[in-house]
């Protein structure tokens, strides 16, 4: 018996499906379990598998289309059945023809046209006024700005004499061979690219994005956020991972402050919390998200138990789940569940920053650069290894003594690596 195939729901979060490629065509079988689509979540790209036996009688949704879940994409049953009453209207079923097109850069019919100033020599004690970008723009082309008067308030020379100026070509013309006429032909040739060119162009959003610019405005907006800031002295962490390092260990920076964090969690369930409404609901287990930058957004796999791990278990499972996140072959399970997460920008050479809290979580940590500073120990300056860490908390859910606690036990650990032991 024919039945409609429907986007199915591939994550917790998912609220709709890009169909990237059909691996079945019309007039394939197919057999419960094959995999009948390739489908672009808001999270990963997934095999879509058939739920029945049959034949592909028809695609009704086209590759490239963005699908809601739950609505039809096609319909499987036996080669002569008849499967009119299955099929969707003609308006639901006009896509398949042709996957809606991102609607290419426009041009700008005809570029603005700039007035020329008339050139005037300036006249002796005239004072010259010139905006920056116009003082740069005449030093790269070799316009003379004395030449120029000023369309700007109280004739002041701006970007558009400048473009005038060179548009026109003609009082600030070089001699044969003047040094300057090389400059003068690249910056009219930049001038004409860029009028050539469109001053916009529209891109469409993937699924990664659509779910970040949805998620983190519910986040921002609604949940009241704090910021908390705590410099950590890294020395004792780096020597550790030098040492490490010429043991060939892949242990990196992130995973000891991905240890150091899971294990301050488990003394400070307050800040391993959600805000449910009506109550706060506090974590007995420490799910840590780790915040791995994509093309097109970010995604947060979930290292389980991190506080139970040892150090080599999480840098070989984080660098695993990073490597899968970027290549979006993580499952639905890796990449959910996440009771805090961490954002580094350290490798980035970013020294701090605050982080967005990804709900329904009640804070998340940003950890900037290891960075070597000079520091006052005892009366003298010496240099020591330094790094900030900045703590986002849900207000509703703690307080900032709360976090406060949470970033010194954080610090210690840290500070004291043999206490991670």
């Known amino acids: 018996m024919a039945s409609r195939v429907v986007m199915p729901k591939l994550s917790d979060t998912m609220e709709e499906g890009r169909i990237l490629r059909w691996i079945k065509k019309e007039g394939d079988p197919v057999e419960t379990g094959q995999a009948l689509a390739e489908v672009e979540t808001d999270k990963a790209t997934v095999e879509m598998e058939a739920y ?7 695609i009704v949704a086209a590759e490239g289309q963005f699908v809601k879940v739950g609505q039809q994409i096609a319909v499987i049953g036996t080669a002569d059945e008849d499967i009119s009453a299955l099929l969707p209207g003609p308006a639901a079923a006009a896509p398949v023809e042709s996957a809606p097109a991102r609607p290419a850069p426009v041009a700008d019919a005809a570029p603005r046209q700039v007035q020329a100033a008339p050139a005037e020599p300036m006249a002796a004690g005239r004072h010259l006024k010139a905006s920056p970008l116009a003082l740069r723009m005449a030093a ?3 316009v003379d700005l004395k030449s120029l008067r000023g369309t700007g308030p109280q004739g002041r020379i701006i970007k558009r004499d400048i473009e005038a100026a060179l548009a026109t070509d003609a009082p600030q013309a070089p001699s044969a061979g003047s040094a300057v006429a090389p400059q003068r032909s690249r910056a009219l ?23 970040i610019a949805k998620r983190l405005v519910q986040s921002k907006g609604p949940i009241p956020h704090f910021y908390l800031t705590i410099d950590v002295a890294m020395d004792r962490v780096w020597d550790a991972y030098k040492a490490l390092r010429d043991q060939k260990s892949s242990i990196s920076i992130n995973d000891i402050v991905i240890k150091a964090t ?4 488990r003394q400070h369930p307050d800040i391993n919390a959600s805000f449910a409404g009506d109550h ?13 930058a994509l093309d097109d957004g970010l995604i947060t796999p ?4 991190a506080d139970l791990k ?25 990449y959910s569940g996440a009771t805090f997460s961490i954002s580094n920008l350290g490798m980035m050479g970013i020294e701090q920053f605050s982080a967005i809290i990804n709900p329904p979580e009640a804070a998340i940590l940003a ?15 010496t240099v020591g290894y330094r790094m900030k860490a900045t703590l986002s908390v849900d207000h509703r859910v703690a307080d900032g003594a709360s976090g406060a606690r949470f970033l010194q036990t954080l610090k210690r650990f840290l500070e004291h690596p043999l206490l991670m032991a």
């Open 310 to 334: 040892p150090l080599e278990e999480i840098s070989e499972e984080a660098r695993t789940l990073a490597e899968r996140a970027r290549a979006r072959t993580l499952q639905p399970s890796e």
């Open 280 to 292: 706060v609901k506090q974590f007995a287990r420490v799910h840590i998200g780790m915040a791995v």
């Open 262 to 265: 899971a294990l301050a969690l």
């Open 140 to 142: 790269e082309s070799g």
């Open 302 to 305: 979930v290292l389980r138990d």
């Open 189 to 211: 040739a930049m001038v004409a690219a860029r009028d050539a060119a469109p001053e916009s162009q529209e891109i469409e959003l993937s699924p990664v994005r659509r779910t």
């Open 52 to 58: 029945t036996n049959g034949i592909v009688r028809k």
């Open 367 to 381: 950890v900037g650069a290891v960075r070597q500073v000079p520091i006052a120990v005892d009366g003298q300056v």
